[in-house]
Structures are given as C-alpha cells and as structure tokens.
C-alpha cells in the first residue's frame, strides 16, 4: 500500500542518526540523507524486574510476532493453568479470548495490584459489574495483590508467588503492565526529553528544528489537566502522525492533548472510557459531581435489547465535564464515548448536555428518554442544586 | 480564547492558560519553513504514527521523496 503510493519503505534496523549531518544509519550500511526527519520508534512492552521473568512460558503482547509466540505455546505445550498480571485492557483481552477459544481448557487467574480490574479506565462503581459478569465466565480475578516473584523448573514457569506468600500454578504467564517508550535514538542525538518520552510541541516538533516526533515514542500533555502523560495509545498516535504532515505541508493545526480515549472488549462486554475518572479527577484536585445511568441498547420494547450504563464525571466548580465510562453488554452503545469525548473537547458543561439530543431509532438506540448523557446530566446538575 | 479556537488555520496562538498549556516550553520551529519539491523526509518507525504520516506527507506533498525505514516485518500492535 505504502509503495503503490510512491513511498520508499526500507526494512532495516536504524543504528544511528547524525543530527549534524541530517543523515540516518541503518545496520545493513545503507544511508539516508534527510531534510526534515519524523520519529515513529513506538514502545516496548515494560517486563518487571522481578525474579523468574526470563523463564519460558513468561509472555508478553506487543505486536504479531508475539502473538505468535503465544499461539504456537498454547498448541506446543498446552498450558492448563495461565495467570495474567497486570488487569489493564490488554491482560483482560488476553484472558477473555483465551477463555472463550477454550472454555474448559483452562483455568485463569488475573492478578492487579489495584482493588479492580481495568483500574486506568474504570472506576470501582462501573468495574465492578465487569468483574461480576468476568467471574461469571470463568476468570479468577485477584485484586489489591502484588507478585513478588515467578518460579520455574527446568527453565520453565511453574507458579506465581504472591507478596503473601501464597504461589499459584502457573504453566504460561501473561505480563501486560504497561509500555515504555523506545527513545533511545533520540537520547543518543541529545534531544529534549520529558518524563514520559521525546518532547514536542503542540505541532510535533522536538527541540532540533529538523525532527518531528510522534507516537508512543513522545509524551503527551492531558487535555484537561495540562500536565504531561505516557498517552500511549493509538488514536493520539494517528493524528500525530498526520498531523506532523500537515504541519510540514504548512499547515497551523495544534494537537490539544490526550484524554486516554480507549475502549476493549471482553466476550460480550464492550468498556469505553475517556477523560478522567472520578477517582483521577479527584487527585488532581477537583471537586467532582458524577453520575451513573442504566440504559437500553434498544428500545425496551424491540427484541434483543441489551442493557448498558454510563457514568459521567463532572467538575462541581466549573460544571464542566471531566470525563465518561461505558460498560455495555452491546458494542453500538460504547461508540457513545466519542460524543462524551466531544463534549470534553469543546468544554460542556452539565447545563449544556441536559440539551442533547441523540439521533434516535427504536432499533439503533434508546428511546430518548432514556438517552443516559441527557439523564446523567440532569442528575448531576440536580446534585449540584442539592448541594 | 476558547478550546474551539486551537483548532482553526492561521493562528498559532497557544493560550498559557488554556487546555495546551504544557506545550509552551518548546520553540516552534518550523513555521514557515514548508517542505519544497525534492527534499527528503525520512520516517523512522512504521506503525500506529509513521505509517499515517507517510501517507499524509505524500497526499499533501507529493512531490518530496518520502522513506519510510522500519525493523518490523509487521505493522500491527495492539
């Protein structure tokens, strides 16, 4: 696709960049001269540095060579007992899948250091239905526990020893706790950093004039807080990544920060998330009125109805929106994320909302009165009244 | 200025106080100085940010040399 558009794409691994003579070194000795450079270098998965992580069997999910990895242990050496640290969206997707390519062929265990699952996304009040319906499918979830160390035997995992004491079996083990950013070409060629990876500017520029930078590789500053995040997702990324063009196209458009806007699925269970949660929002120091609404897929009347819920979270001061969480048992509902989304973006506040209307259809949605941002809103305003 | 504003063409303008705040630390570098015919912009890295870019960069200039150089055989990660 990339050649047929009259892009040169090279397969080689860059060991050097000299940004002095604006030219880049790959290890197959090739050379390649530039005007304006953009760095796309991505994350690694982050393995911690506890006692066992090398044994085989400890996997971890980037990209496809390490999926199948996983595929041909699953079939090698068919694993019974399989333990996932980490509940973030890619350990919960990993444990869901498996459960459901095998229903009784294995018998899984999350283990999260948080009191819930997807505790970035989530807060207690909307994860612990998704862990209710999880545990109905089989997974065994352990929350607010810490793994000390991974054991083995002839060079194999055999368990997970919990910071307890107590070990659990384990004959493959997921480790999904996050990604780090690959920034070490920028670090060689002294470009500025933040905490969180290479830093640019609202128009993908890194502190040479020549390199642009985006992606996981960057950090990110949050759209609501104005302070610096990892934001490694891959919405941000895109955009970036178009966006860096268009800025040496001469375009004038600035990126306005992340919100972490994600979303996974789990069996039937779609979570969408973005902004703030309660829990966050309160951390960074706001005084925060929320929300929770039960609603329908489709009307309640029309078969093949499926419930979903939505929380919203506002700033009590401002009445602004902060931020917004779906857990619904449909995959339509979820996309309400992007309006919440919107919402954030363009500052509403829960005066505002109380004023939407959603393109409704019997089949398609809920009836409008039970369209949960309108209802949400109401309620939290009424909250506020209420003092 | 509003949030609405930071998305327009022709301003620039960060407000300090404004939701991109963090920004400011950085110089912009390269306003005015538009990619020209024949120059060369070289991709490092091909997946959620370098593919997207590439495709950007020729669609609205297609007359630069664009190089895309990535380790992976693949280009999905998750």
Request: aromatic share 6%; glycine share 12%; with cysteine.
């Amino acid at each position: 696709m990339l050649a047929g558009m009259g892009i040169h794409v090279v397969q080689d691994e860059v060991t050097r960049i000299d940004a002095a003579r604006k030219t880049v070194f790959v290890s197959g000795g090739g050379t390649y001269p530039y005007d304006k450079l953009y760095l796309a270098t991505g994350s690694s998965s982050f393995v911690p540095p506890i006692e066992g992580n090398d044994l085989a069997g400890v996997m971890t999910l980037r990209g496809l060579p390490d999926a199948e990895k996983i595929k041909t242990y699953l079939a090698e050496k068919k694993p019974k007992h399989i333990v996932c640290i980490g509940a973030g969206f890619i350990s919960m997707e990993i444990a869901s899948l498996l459960a459901e390519t095998n229903p009784d062929g294995f018998a899984i265990t999350v283990i999260e250091l948080m009191d819930r699952p997807l505790p970035l996304m989530l807060d207690k009040d909307m994860s612990d239905p998704v862990r209710e319906y999880l545990e109905g499918k089989g997974l065994h979830i352990r929350t607010g526990v810490k793994v000390e160390k991974l054991t083995g035997q002839d060079g194999k995992v055999t368990g997970v020893t919990l910071s307890s004491g107590e070990t659990l079996d384990a004959d493959m083990v997921f480790m999904n706790v996050g990604v780090r950013p690959n920034t070490q070409l920028a670090t060689d060629i002294g470009l500025e950093m933040g905490r969180f990876g290479i830093k640019v500017n609202a128009y993908q520029e890194t502190s040479d004039p020549h390199i642009l930078a985006g992606g996981d590789c960057v950090e990110k500053i949050n759209f609501i807080t104005g302070k610096p995040t990892p934001g490694q997702l891959r919405g941000p990324a895109v955009v970036q990544g178009r966006l860096a063009a268009k800025r040496l196209a001469g375009y004038d458009i600035a990126f306005p920060g992340v919100l972490d806007a994600g979303g996974c699925k789990m069996f039937d269970m779609t979570i969408a998330a973005t902004g703030l949660t309660e829990e966050n929002a309160t951390k960074e120091g706001f005084t925060v009125v929320s929300a929770v609404v039960d609603s329908r897929s489709k009307h309640g009347m029309i078969p093949g109805m499926k419930p979903w819920k939505l929380k919203l979270v506002f700033d009590k001061n401002t009445r602004k929106l902060l931020g917004g969480q779906i857990v619904s048992q449909a995959i339509a509902p979820a996309r309400e994320i992007d309006a919440v989304t919107a919402f954030i973006l363009g500052g509403k506040t829960m005066a505002d909302l109380t004023t939407f209307t959603s393109a409704c259809n019997p089949d398609i949605s809920s009836e409008p009165s039970a369209e949960p941002i309108t209802i949400a809103a109401e309620q939290a305003l009424q909250k506020v009244r209420n003092g | 200025m509003d949030h609405c504003s930071l998305f327009t063409r022709g301003g620039g303008v960060i407000d300090p106080e404004g939701p991109i705040r963090g920004f400011e630390k950085l110089r912009t570098t390269i306003k005015g100085d538009d990619m020209k015919k024949g120059e060369r912009l070289v991709i490092v890295g091909c997946s959620g940010s370098g593919g997207p870019a590439a495709m950007m960069a020729k669609k609205l200039m297609p007359e630069i040399d664009v190089t895309i150089i990535r380790k992976e055989e693949f280009f999905i990660v998750r």
